[in-house]
């Protein structure tokens, strides 16, 4: 069997929301997305930290886009999946489906 | 010097120039006011550092604020119900049977390493990360073991017993460890465990050599851990790169 690589619970929340993104997955709207999506608040801390983790791992690819003046004239630095980032992500979320296959708990409503 | 400024030559610390750029742009951009930004800032440099080892060092303050704590209680009057801080660092005065005199320092030597794999855990994963919860847990866990008075040896025992497994399989079978996590690991156990004998040392020396050595071997726990932080560093390689990015920015 060969070695996939696991991905921790934020990093694959982060790879996703680059994905979500496409072409607009910088910083500021990274977080935004995250919040949206998982109602739950994002530390710039742990978010820059994983951005930097990410890239080292090679998952992701920065470019500098254009700056604006409320950025106080500092370029954003756009995020892209590579094909390893793409293919972690995709093998986690294999992962989920098969333990999800069989199960309903989707459908239940709790609390 | 405006506080994106600043803000930006912060960062560098963390990241490199550029990178550190975007970062201040993208809290410029979505701060509204002074205390946000700041606490941006902060929370960046903050989890970046657990990575270069200062929160190893941190750590090493816990273990220090913890025998202070000790000590304090002592002095309050709290000697029925815990063991001395004398103890708490492997004092020998005590039960002289089957090693147990060396339990409060091990609960001890327990409750720093775990703090210092939380941290570690904290720099790779970030704070959700299970491999925290139960390193806390254990620290706080070892800690209270090490304030049990050794006359409730029985309590004493089953609390390591219980610490011991439940924390050790989820320790090292619960998370795949690298190579260079290993070497980092090693680097800040072992002075620990220095430290640790040569505290043993101090209080049955004390007596014959008096404060003379006590302030010799002071000096030794402080060259071991600076060569201790200096290992991090190494280990921690990209923090060299960060320094000469640092140092290598062009002049404002």
């Not at chain 2, 002095?75 to 660092?89: K, N, R, T, V, W």
């Not at chain 2, 390193?135 to 006359?151: D, E, K």
């Not at chain 2, 010799?216 to 600076?226: D, K, P, R, S, Y």
Request: glycine share 8%; aromatic share 10%.
């Amino acid at each position: 069997m060969p070695e996939l690589i696991n991905l921790g619970e934020f990093e694959q929340i982060v790879l996703l929301a680059i994905l979500r993104l496409e072409n607009d997955a910088y910083g500021v709207s990274i977080r935004n997305e995250i919040e949206l999506c998982t109602e739950r608040k994002c530390s710039p801390g742990a978010l820059y930290t994983t951005l930097d983790r990410l890239e080292k791992k090679a998952f992701i690819l920065a470019r500098l886009g254009e700056s604006t003046p409320e950025r106080g004239g500092r370029a954003k630095r756009f995020y892209k999946l590579t094909k390893e980032g793409r293919s972690a992500v995709v093998n986690s979320q294999r992962q989920f489906r098969k333990l999800l296959q069989g199960l309903d708990i989707l459908e239940e409503k709790y609390g | 010097m405006d506080k994106g400024r600043l803000a930006e030559n912060l960062l560098c610390f963390a990241f490199t120039r550029e990178k550190a750029s975007a970062v201040v742009g993208d809290m410029l951009e979505r701060s509204t006011s002074l205390w946000h930004f700041w606490t941006a800032v902060g929370s960046v440099l903050f989890m970046q550092s657990w990575r270069w080892g200062v929160g190893w060092m941190m750590a090493w303050e816990v273990q220090m604020l913890w025998f202070g704590l000790h000590n304090k209680l002592w002095e309050l009057g709290m000697q029925p119900f815990i063991c001395s801080p004398y103890d708490a660092i492997g004092s020998t005065k005590l039960i002289h049977f089957i090693g147990i005199h060396h339990l409060d320092s091990a609960c001890n030597l327990m409750c720093g390493f775990l703090l210092m794999v939380s941290c570690l855990a904290i720099g790779r994963y970030g704070w959700r990360c299970s491999l925290v919860k139960w390193g806390v847990f254990g620290a706080v866990f070892f800690g209270v073991a090490s304030f049990v008075p050794l006359a409730l040896i029985v309590g004493k025992m089953a609390t390591i017993a219980v610490c011991l497994s439940v924390l050790l399989p989820l320790l090292f079978l619960g998370r795949r460890t690298s190579r260079r996590q290993i070497l980092g690991l090693t680097c800040c156990v072992l002075p620990i465990i220095v430290f640790y004998l040569i505290m043993l040392q101090i209080q049955s020396m004390q007596s014959i050599f008096g404060y003379t050595t006590q302030y010799l071997l002071g000096a030794c726990f402080l060259l071991l851990m600076t060569v201790s932080i200096l290992m991090t560093l190494v280990v921690e390689s990209q923090v060299m790169d960060r320094v000469r990015t640092t140092l290598c920015a062009e002049p404002e």
